[in-house]
T-cell receptor, first 110, second 115 residues
Framework: RKEVEQDPGPFNVPEGATVAFNCTYS??????FFWYRQDCRKEPKLLMSVYSSGNEDGRFTAQLNRASQYISLLIRDSKLSDSATYLC???????????FGSGTRLLVRP | NAGVTQTPKFRVLKTGQSMTLLCAQD?????MYWYRQDPGMGLRLIHY???????AKGEVPDGYNVSKKKKQNFLLGLESAAPSQTSVYFC??????????????FGSGTRLTVV
């Protein structure tokens, strides 16, 4: 079993749609959680951290469910510029090392 | 404000050749990492450094060596390149201690093809 698992997609949605991605992680000791965005042939960039109480940044909302060991990312009012691959990232146990999921690809169409 | 800089951006090697990938960061980060990214497999950690002169193996270290003589530079070496090392290589850096809320900062990557 992979340490971090994501649905690879692609999710193909129209502009303005709401889309949600889920991610599961296997290590119950993990403490740090992130969503990264990666554009085609570019480096991953931090989109947002995920806090225990859930957090929001504009159109993006992240949730953490420790009991079920999953993380979600909700994107409201999708824009064409949101088209990218979204990486779920979790630290390995209590260490500083991050484990990256394989990513979920989002395509937003006009 | 350069962040993390990787050189070269592209390279084609013949099987058996050697090369060194360079990574430099100007954020005074203590920790640096080398990853490779292959289709469908996500980012996999090759080697990492937790301070000047200190390195350790990641998930996929075979065929690679690293050097960290200065805090801001982290070198990844391929002694005898193989086609299986065709990949995109990313360098990243982070602050010390628990990862907390800051994650990693990545360089723009090196696309390596071994023929």
């Amino acid at each position: 079993r992979k340490e971090v698992e994501q649905d690879p997609g692609p999710f193909n949605v129209p502009e303005g749609a709401t889309v949600a991605f889920n991610c599961t992680y296997s290590n119950s000791a993990s403490q740090s959680f992130f969503w990264y965005r990666q554009d085609c042939r570019k480096e991953p960039k931090l989109l947002m951290s995920v806090y225990s109480s859930g957090n929001e940044d504009g159109r993006f909302t992240a949730q953490l469910n420790r009991a079920s060991q999953y993380i979600s990312l909700l994107i409201r009012d999708s824009k064409l510029s949101d088209s990218a691959t979204y990486l779920c990232v979790v630290n390995r146990g209590s260490s500083y090392k991050l484990i990256f999921g394989s990513g979920t690809r989002l395509l937003v169409r006009p | 404000n350069a962040g993390v800089t990787q050189t070269p951006k592209f390279r084609v090697l013949k099987t058996g050749q050697s090369m060194t990938l360079l990574c430099a960061q100007d954020m005074n980060h203590e920790y640096m990492y080398w990853y490779r990214q292959d289709p469908g497999m996500g980012l996999r950690l090759i080697h990492y450094s937790v301070g000047e002169g200190t390195t350790a193996k990641g998930e996929v270290p075979d065929g690679y060596n690293v050097s960290k003589k200065k805090k801001q530079n982290f070198l990844l070496g391929l002694e005898s390149a193989a086609p299986s090392q065709t990949s995109v290589y990313f360098c990243a850096s982070s602050t010390t201690g628990p990862v907390a809320n800051y994650g990693y900062t990545f360089g723009s990557g090196t696309r390596l093809t071994v023929v």
